[in-house]
C-alpha cells in the first residue's frame, strides 16, 4: 500500500511570508498527526485530526499556524507569517485510529525560514 | 519540560560494542513505543511495550519497560553500521509525546 506522501520536501523562504504543507494520508487512516520537529529533537505534536475533526491542538501556534482536514482525508498545515525559529522538519503522520495505534510517519517537509 | 527524557543524547561506538539507550519519565503511561528514524525520513515504529516488566526482542534489539511503567530501555547487541539513526521513545500521556531522542553513529 502507499505510504503517507507530502510535498513539498523542501522549502526555503523569507520570513513574514506564507508557506503551506500538504499531506496525503494512508488510505482508511482516520487519524492524522502534524509534528514540528527541530534538528536533533524528538517530534513535536503540533495539532491531531480524527475524521475532519480536532482532537488535539493544544500546543499549535494559532497566531499565525492553522490546519485543515475537510473531507478527512488529506491535510494543510500553513504559517503566516513565518518566523526564523519556524526552520524545521514538519512530519505528517496516520494511524489507523487514536489511542496508541502505529503511526506511519512521512519523509517530512524541511522548512528554512531566512 | 520534557515529559520523557532520553540518554545519553548523543553515542558514537564502534561497530561490535552493545550499547543501552535510556527512556525515564515521573509519569505512569499504558503503553510505550520506540521508533528509529533516519536522515531524511519519518520515524519507524520499532516496538510497543504494555505491560509493566514487559522485555520484547526484536533481532539484535532488546526492549523493556520498567516495572512502575514510567521507563523504559533499549539495548542494542553487536551494533551495526546499519544501526545509526536518531532513537525516539513515545507514549501517550493527555497526549501524544515523543521522548527528546538519541542520536546513535555507528562507525565500521
Known amino acids: 500500500e502507499a505510504g503517507v506522501a507530502q510535498s513539498p520536501r523542501y522549502k526555503i523562504i523569507e520570513k513574514r511570508q506564507s508557506v503551506a504543507f500538504w499531506c496525503n494520508p494512508i488510505?482508511?487512516?482516520?487519524?492524522l498527526y502534524w509534528y514540528q520537529q527541530i534538528l536533533g529533537q524528538g517530534p513535536k505534536l503540533l495539532i491531531q485530526?480524527?475524521?475532519?475533526?480536532?482532537?488535539?491542538d493544544s500546543q499549535l501556534p494559532k497566531d499565525r499556524f492553522s490546519a485543515e482536514r475537510l473531507k478527512g482525508v488529506d491535510s494543510t498545515l500553513k504559517i503566516q507569517p513565518a518566523k526564523l525559529e519556524d526552520s524545521a522538519v514538519y512530519l505528517c503522520?496516520?494511524?489507523?485510529?487514536?489511542?496508541?495505534?502505529?503511526?506511519?510517519f512521512g519523509p517530512g517537509t524541511r522548512l528554512t525560514v531566512t | 519540560t520534557q515529559l520523557l527524557e532520553q540518554s545519553p543524547q548523543f553515542l558514537s561506538i564502534q561497530e561490535g560494542e552493545n550499547l543501552t539507550v535510556y527512556c525515564n519519565s515521573s509519569?505512569?503511561?499504558?503503553?510505550l513505543q520506540w521508533y528509529r528514524q533516519e536522515p531524511g525520513e519519518g520515524p519507524v515504529l520499532l516496538v510497543t511495550?504494555?505491560?509493566?516488566?514487559e522485555v520484547k526482542k526484536l533481532k539484535r534489539l532488546t526492549f523493556q519497560f520498567g516495572d512502575a511503567r514510567k521507563d523504559s530501555s533499549l539495548h542494542i547487541t553487536a551494533a551495526q553500521p546499519g544501526d545509526t539513526g536518531l532513537y525516539l521513545c513515545?507514549?501517550?500521556?493527555?497526549?501524544?509525546?515523543f521522548g527528546t531522542g538519541t542520536s546513535l553513529t555507528v562507525i565500521p
Open positions: 509519569s505512569v503511561f499504558s503503553s
Open positions: 503522520a496516520s494511524s489507523l485510529s487514536q489511542g496508541g495505534y502505529e503511526q506511519y
Open positions: 485530526f480524527q475524521n475532519n475533526g480536532v482532537v488535539d
Open positions: 511495550v504494555v505491560t509493566g516488566g
Open positions: 488510505s482508511g487512516h482516520a487519524t
Open positions: 513515545a507514549a501517550t500521556g493527555n497526549q501524544f509525546y
